[in-house]
């Protein structure tokens, strides 16, 4: 039962470019973290790893060079009426598998991964030299990319270090984004509390509790967004090993009241 | 610029029961935490309390009797239908400022607050004894309620502590709940980065970040459900003070694509 959970930036982590082994380069980061005589010295039961989607989309090729798209009618007209770049509406709608919502300006998409989100996840920011032509694309498989980094690490440090692939999404009803887990790796990313008591010994009937993006979040707050920190541990939550996909996270199109 | 944040449950709060002066009983808490040389000796600037709903809507009267409540005849049929208890549906649609989805036993309301949330953020657990007639409301003014908090602890400590109320909330598209802000005191929810320069160089033109959520993710990951631990510090985030109220983080139903 956590009562102290601590978020803490790993420093030390380069700049990523496509081709970047990132797996070896999170793991020496980390490495060196834990020899810094920090208060990391050794990883814990309760670590687990977050580590922010640019870098692992930068890493693994799965960008796109806006100056090599050409825009659909339907993006440019979309993108003339709302002021935003055609040539990344239309990457937008290439990458949907559905999309959820068009309209005022902002586009909600299913992605191939079942996530949704607005812009399916692509976005300008972050990416290079401010020259606005390359934009990242959510990486092919999160949970994959979430494997890897915990292999490299295992064999590195000699320890199972759960590791979460996170992403800021928006949300509907609620201005602002917060992040999330996208993939997951050596944690099950809901805790299910049902037919558990609760404080008053009272049987939860439903409480199901999103962990991993709660992780997420902590993390974001030790990162922030205009600081080139890209991953953190999170030590002392109370979480689920286990091999589990993200997939499992995510409300199918029959089930979700808003799709 | 955080690098490290963490989040400490503050134990020694007791049961809370309607009449109790709860900023008191939290300052009082607050105060003992700090002399009992732990390691939060003192507050800092970078302190945020996160105060769960239940025991705010507890002291202050916000529950319900499903006894004395007579059911609907749409109350009686969903949950004749969905195998719910009626009377709870019943309470769900009385405190609904709109019904936005009622179907396949799933009741998502907005409240007179602005939020958009499951039952109308009315629940059965964790509020006494296992007899199964009390649900706690939300707090009619969960902004006000901080506020409250945040007069005694200054009062008390001689520091302007920012205090968040926060709930439990699901989300479309994906399972499980996430602790998010209902109400604050002292800090601005939103951190608004727009027009600030990434780590790139590139100035980021849609970026505004949920902080008060964030918060209330990563207290929520110090206190658990299953523990009768109701509040918690958040050390080290970045945040923004001010005088803010909650509702400048919702969106209004007129620019919302999901209601």
């Not at 401010?130 to 295992?154: E, K, N, W, Y």
């Not at 609620?174 to 008591?197: K, M, N, Q, T």
């Not at 030590?235 to 979700?256: H, K, N, V, W």
Request: charged share 25%; with cysteine.
């Amino acid at each position: 039962m956590a009562d102290r959970v601590e978020a803490i930036a790993i420093t030390g982590l380069g700049e990523i470019v496509p081709g970047d082994d990132l797996p070896t380069l999170i793991a020496d980061a980390l490495a060196d973290a834990l020899a810094a005589a920090s208060d990391i010295e050794t990883l814990r039961d309760d670590d687990v790893l977050v580590v922010t989607q640019k870098i692992v989309s930068k890493a693994e090729g799965a960008i796109v060079d806006l100056t090599t798209v050409e825009p659909s009618a339907v993006a440019i007209e979309f993108a003339r009426r709302y002021d935003r770049d055609a040539r990344q509406v239309e990457v937008v709608l290439r990458e949907a598998k559905r999309v959820v919502r068009m309209a005022n300006g902002v586009i909600i998409t299913e992605t191939q991964h079942g996530f949704v989100c607005a812009n399916g996840g692509i976005d300008a920011s972050n990416v290079g030299p401010a020259s606005g032509s390359i934009v990242t694309l959510l990486p092919r498989d999160p949970d994959a990319s979430a494997d890897r980094i915990r292999a490299a690490i295992r064999a590195r440090l000699d320890h199972d270090l759960p590791v979460i692939v996170s992403d800021s999404f928006g949300r509907p009803w609620r201005f602002g984004i917060v992040d999330v887990a996208i993939g997951v790796s050596g944690l099950i990313p809901l805790d299910d509390l049902r037919g558990e008591p609760d404080a008053d010994g009272r049987i939860m009937r439903s409480t199901v509790r999103a962990v991993a993006d709660e992780l997420a979040s902590a993390a974001e707050l030790a990162l922030g967004k205009t600081a080139n920190r890209p991953i953190a541990l999170v030590r002392g939550a109370s979480f689920r090993r286990g091999e589990a996909r993200i997939r499992g996270a995510l409300m199918p199109a029959e089930t979700d009241l808003f799709r």
